[in-house]
């Protein structure tokens, strides 16, 4: 294959498997990159069904970004094999996965045995809860287009810079708004809120999923009610795509109040960018923080 | 969106669902006229319960892919189609149906309880074992084509003896057919192919391959030649529209070829009186 000419000045074709990485490619790249996401923000990235245009959208693309560490692994390779796209493939310059310089949480250490429960071998894949991922995540993307577009690696360069400032003075306020609950202790349904509670201080002591995909048995749901009781939790994070009869129960029982959060831009209609996910997520977690302990 | 351009990326996926057509539509005259109806969910679950257990073992490599895996799946299927060929409900009071849906019941919820023993992608499992049929590969195409050539060869060869268990398992009794015996292989050869097409197109879309075709050519003949010959024209028809249908409304393609069956089958009821005025009845 021949190496890009150094002028060529038509936009990269970039694919991402999430809205979420699709905001930040677009903070990067600007004018000079177009993006599109295969999975949309209300659906959960662990499962998603294919159609016909993934395989269009990956065909053409120039580079895939991926969130990786197992998150799309139940359906993105085969998408991959079949996209008769040499540039995508895992270990060539078009595939990208966006995790490689992040910080990784719930990373197991030592050898993973069955009493450990649910464990990623890779850590946990939702990584892009944390500002701090966030500029990460956009550095990593800048070094990977200025490699497959030279001649823009400048405008990349100054357009990262930006994105990183606006994320750092927008993370102080989010900070700011959170910093009156610190070490608040939450529930959450899966485990989709490490960074995002490491981020901001809050306390994760329980999940009301054990493990993901697998019903919660009787003695696994009165653990966590007698847990939340003796440390008086008042509040239950759920993503959108899983079901609220076992969060309500709970809550019913426990006297919390079941807070719908989404976790990937797109998951609600205010959330239409990195920064704005953050600002729906913290406004909606603070106001529910208000309304539980006015109660 | 560019219909022949992506076109190209459904040809494998349409290749593969030509070669479902071909054996299912076969099969599903065996278990339509046996009363089987759930029979390959059934198998397919057990198959499924062996891919859990062989990942909780030791030997295999954590890889739901690997050899390890499908051999102890392949093994559970063959465990499943003897209990079936041992209850074999002619001369019993309980129905086989019953015992099938056991079956199904109990290796899914088995499945549920070995997952929740696994230390990792218990969350991944259950998508992996069972395959879109938009993400088959030219490979498996090839592999599946040889592997059902086969298995579709055995049965032509030994037409004689598989179709005299299915239509009148009494008969073949007297004669001195071991019943049984025929049972365990159209079992076990039944429970590789549905298994192996579990895999690649999931267990919606093998269910409607199996039993769809068979069912709407009853509505129009009664030879099991001309039964075959009306249900393999049928997939492949459905197979194409549903295929059509998937890209040019962008839906997925396994969904889309299930429900493409369903109306097609009304549409074929409907036209039924039209085409093959009622007989007086005798």
Redesign the interface.
């Known amino acids: 294959m021949l190496a890009p000419a150094p002028e060529a000045a038509a936009a990269v074709r970039v694919v991402t498997t999430t809205e979420d990485l699709a905001s930040i490619v677009r903070e990067v790249g600007g004018d000079r990159v177009t993006v599109e996401a295969i999975a949309s923000g209300r659906q959960d990235p662990h499962f998603v069904e294919p159609k016909p245009s993934f395989i269009l959208k990956l065909n053409k693309a120039e580079l895939l970004v991926i969130v990786g560490r197992e998150l799309e692994n139940a359906w993105l390779p085969p998408l991959i094999t079949q996209s008769r796209n040499a540039r995508i493939q895992p270990g060539n310059p078009g595939y990208l996965d966006a995790s490689q310089n992040v910080k990784i949480l719930d990373l197991p250490t030592g050898a993973i045995t069955r009493a450990m429960g649910d464990v990623h071998p890779q850590g946990n894949p939702h990584y892009w809860l944390d500002p701090g991922n966030g500029r990460r995540i956009a550095q990593t993307v800048q070094a990977r287009l200025a490699q497959l577009a030279p001649a823009d690696a400048e405008y990349f360069a100054q357009r990262t810079a930006d994105f990183v400032k606006r994320v750092t003075e927008a993370e102080g306020r989010w900070k700011a708004a959170l910093a009156p609950y610190k070490g608040l202790k939450v529930v959450t349904y899966h485990r989709s809120w490490s960074n995002f509670a490491d981020g901001f201080g809050l306390d994760v002591i329980g999940y009301v999923e054990p493990k993901p995909g697998i019903p919660p048995s009787p003695a696994h749901t009165l653990a966590l009610i007698q847990e939340m009781k003796a440390q008086n939790v008042k509040i239950i994070l759920v993503e959108p795509y899983f079901d609220l009869k076992t969060p309500t129960a709970i809550a019913r029982d426990t006297g919390a109040k079941v807070v719908v959060l989404p976790p990937s831009v797109g998951g609600a209609p205010g959330a239409t960018d990195y920064l704005r996910l953050f600002d729906y997520d913290i406004k909606l977690l603070t106001d529910a923080i208000r309304e539980s302990a006015a109660r | 969106?560019?219909i022949v351009?992506?076109g190209t990326?459904?040809a494998?996926p349409f290749a593969a669902s030509l070669i479902l057509t071909g054996i299912h539509a076969y099969l599903g005259v065996h278990v339509v006229e046996r009363g089987v109806i759930f029979v390959d969910l059934s198998l397919a679950q057990i198959a499924a319960l062996g891919a859990t257990i062989a990942l909780l073992l030791p030997f295999s490599s954590g890889d739901p892919h690997g050899p390890e895996v499908y051999w102890v799946s392949l093994a559970f299927t063959f465990i499943g189609a003897a209990i079936f060929s041992l209850v074999r409900g002619h001369h019993s009071r309980i129905p086989q149906e019953a015992i099938i849906g056991i079956s199904y019941a109990v290796a899914s919820a088995a499945a549920?309880l070995a997952?929740?023993?696994?230390?990792?992608?218990?969350?991944?499992?259950?998508?992996?074992l069972v395959g879109?049929i938009?993400?088959?590969?030219w490979h498996e195409v090839f592999k599946t084509a040889g592997l059902y050539g086969v298995v579709g060869l055995f049965h032509f060869l030994f037409r004689r003896q598989f179709l005299a268990i299915s239509l009148h398992a009494e008969e073949p009794e007297r004669t001195g057919l071991n019943v049984r015996f025929w049972d365990f292989l159209f079992y076990a050869s039944f429970g590789f192919v549905v298994t192996s097409s579990v895999a690649i197109a999931g267990v919606l879309l093998v269910f409607c391959y199996l039993i769809v075709p068979s069912v709407a050519a009853m509505l129009y003949a009664e030879t099991i030649g001309a039964r075959l010959a009306i249900g393999w024209v049928m997939g492949t028809v459905v197979s194409a529209a549903g295929v059509y249908l998937?890209?040019v409304l962008?839906?997925?393609?396994g969904?889309t070829i299930v429900c493409t069956f369903g109306a097609v089958l009304i549409l074929m009821w409907l036209a039924r009186p039209l085409i093959r005025p009622q007989r007086a009845p005798a």
């Open positions: 969106m560019n351009q992506i990326f459904l494998a549920i997952m929740s023993k696994s230390t990792s992608q218990a969350e991944h499992l259950n998508h992996m879109n938009i993400a088959v590969s998937s890209v962008d839906l997925p393609t969904a």
